[in-house]
């Protein structure tokens, strides 16, 4: 065993590295966060990942892991002694799987509305914010030219993502509902499944912590009207041993099958209304798209870049109006990791999940498939 630590490649404003660094420091795995702007990160890391995308791990044994979901996995594997994030019920690893989906791109809405269409509250914040994953030593001039290229992309990915000018009270109005129900639920509860955090809590935690509970136009909304949330979030990020972890049972108890509450219910019809229509169409979309690319080697993305990660845009219903928003393969990833739970149940093990998804109008996303199924390979996502 070795007393190396892991090496976190990350950016304190990022919502897909604040999952992973929430895991390491709750469950005291020895670890170092190291800039994504510094060399090492660019010269050795970049080339064998294929892009520059974060987070990515080194492990003690100088194995590189990229993605937080993977890393996570890993973990929970490779540290046995740290506790499973895992539920051990179908109903609850369903539940858990739904949110480890929504987490990361259901909620990226408003979390990129928030960070980049106030300027006036946010500006300042960002470009300090932002010196994460700039190279070193850089003049004030370069710093300035670096910042804008990279929030110049951030904002035209806020679009990818399906915010428009005209559809920003609406990303607003559906986000303040959100805020409702997790609040209701986390008011009696100090973690989404119960009394220790799990794959849900850390899907959740990366916009609510990076953005929406960091930036300060969302901060100052969170504080004010999810008071709770807004602890749940420094309970996720406090480090192991701290008297925040005072809030989890003394058992870490989940919630049972049959007890599930209403707040979470309530808050799985949100996700139903809010983000089924969208990952609906863009698996329709894909099939679409597949049938008219037959000749997609395995092992590829189809794509002429391989580090793209869009195939197009699909249009859904959304708040009583028409949205787009791009068509990203690593979507279609987490959708596989529910749908690949689900199917591999027995009928006794489905009955008690369809009863609870069908309770909240999600019933459908249980069998939600590409004709296609993504891989990950060589860090990238792919068509098997």
């Known amino acids: 065993m070795t007393d190396k630590p892991y090496i976190l490649y990350g950016m304190m404003a990022s919502l897909y590295t604040a999952k992973v660094r929430a895991y390491m420091r709750f469950h005291g795995v020895n670890f170092v ?57 179908p109903v609850l690893q369903s539940i858990a799987h ?30 300090l914010a932002f010196r994460d994953v700039l190279p ?47 609040e209701a639920h986390l008011t009696n509860h100090p973690f989404l499944l119960g009394g220790r955090p799990t794959i849900a809590d850390y899907g959740l935690f990366g916009p609510l912590f990076a953005h929406l509970g960091r930036d300060p136009k969302p901060l100052s909304i969170m504080q004010k009207k999810a008071p709770h949330l807004f602890q749940w979030v420094e309970r996720m990020n406090a480090p192991a041993g701290n008297e925040n972890h005072l809030y989890i049972s003394s058992k ?31 698996v329709g979309f894909a099939n679409d798209w597949l049938e008219k690319n037959t000749h997609i080697e395995s092992g590829t993305s189809g794509l002429d870049n391989p580090s793209k990660r869009s195939i197009g845009y699909a249009s859904f219903d959304w708040r009583g109006k028409t949205n787009s928003s791009a068509v990203m393969l690593y979507r279609f990833y987490l959708l596989q990791r529910l749908t690949d739970y689900f199917g591999d149940l027995s009928a006794e093990g489905q009955r008690p999940v369809c009863d609870i998804f069908s309770k909240s109008n999600l019933t459908s996303i249980l069998t939600l498939k590409t004709q296609r199924r993504i891989i990950r390979k060589e860090c990238l996502e792919v068509w098997k």
């Open 33 to 89: 966060e190291r800039a994504a702007g510094l060399p090492e990160f660019t010269q050795n890391i970049v080339p064998k990942v294929q892009r520059w995308i974060i987070p990515t791990v080194v492990t003690p044994e100088d194995h590189i892991i990229q993605d937080g979901t993977v890393i996570l996995d890993y973990l929970n594997q490779e540290e046995p002694n740290k506790g499973s994030i895992h539920p051990d019920t």
């Open 98 to 127: 739904l949110f480890e989906l929504f987490g990361g791109e259901g909620l990226l809405r408003p979390a990129m509305h928030y960070r980049w269409n106030f300027d006036e509250a946010n500006l300042d914040f960002l470009k």
């Open 136 to 182: 070193p030593n850089l003049s004030t001039e370069e710093q300035e030219g670096f910042f804008l290229h990279a929030s110049g992309r951030m904002r035209k990915a806020t679009i990818q993502f399906g915010v428009k000018d005209e559809n920003q009270k609406d990303v607003e109005d559906s986000y303040d509902e959100f805020l409702t129900y997790i």
């Open 252 to 282: 870490g108890d989940l919630f049972s099958d049959d007890a599930i509450p209403d707040t979470l219910i309530k808050l799985m019809a949100y996700v139903a209304e809010e983000y089924l229509p969208e990952i609906t169409s863009h």
